[in-house]
C-alpha cells in the first residue's frame, strides 16, 4: 500500500489548526493567528503557508459576501482557483464559513497576507494573483457588482498595487464594452507591434506558471495563474490578428 505522506501531514495540519480555534463565530482571526503562531512555532515555512492559506480562505469568504449574497457560483468560483484535496474539503468549508461570519473586517485579512509576499514592493507577484483569484469569484454570478470593485480596489491598496497596475489586471476581468487587448497587456495602441511583442513575451515569461513555482509562489495560486496566462494570450492573438489585416 502506498501512503501519501504529504497529504496525512496537510490533514493533520489542518485538524490541529481548526481543532485550536474551535467552530464559535466572532473574532476568528485573532484565534487564528494566536493558534499559528502557537502551534507552528520553530517551523517558519509551516506557519507562512498556513498564513497563507487562510488569509486566502478568509479573502475570499468574504469577496462573496461583498456585494451581500453568497451564492453557489462564488463558491464553485472559490474551489477552482483555490485547489486542495479532496479530502479537506470539509476542513476548509468550516473555516470559509467561519471567516465569513468574523468581526474582523476583510482589511485585517488583507494585511495580514500582505505581510506573507516578502518582496516588500509594489506589484507584488504573489499578491497579483491573489487578486486575480478574486476577481475570478466576483464575476462569477455574471457580473461585478460596485461593491465588490470597491472592495477589490481596497485589497489592491493594502497590497501596494499601483493604481495604473490595478487597471491592467481589472481589464482581464471586466470588459464592459468588450475586452481591450491593448489594455490586457499594458500597451498602447500607438506602439509599434515590435514593441508589442517584446511585451507579451515579457509578461509572459515573467508569469508563466513554472517561473512562479520557482519564486514560491503557492500552489494554491497555480488556477489564477494559468487564468492569467490564457487572458496574455488571447488579447496578443487579438492584437496579431487586427495588425495582419491592417
Known sequence: MIIDFACLQLSSLWERLLGAIGDVAGNTLGRVVEAIRTLFE????????VSFSVAIIALSAKMAKADGVVNDAEVKAFRQ???FPEEEAQNVARLYNLARQDVAGYEAYAERL????GSGQDNCQMLESVIDGLFHIAKADGLIHERELAFLGRIAEIFHITEDHF???MARHVHLDGRDPYRVLGVSRSDAFAEIRKRYRSLV????PDRLIARGVP???HAAANERMAALNAAYAAIEKERRAA
Do not use: N, Q, S, V
Open 205 to 208: 515569461a515573467e508569469h508563466h
Open 114 to 117: 500582505a505581510g506573507l509576499c
Open 42 to 49: 520553530g517551523d517558519p515555512e509551516t506557519r507562512r503557508k
Open 81 to 83: 482557483i483555490f485547489d
Open 167 to 169: 487597471e491592467t489586471i
Open 219 to 221: 500552489m494554491e495560486l
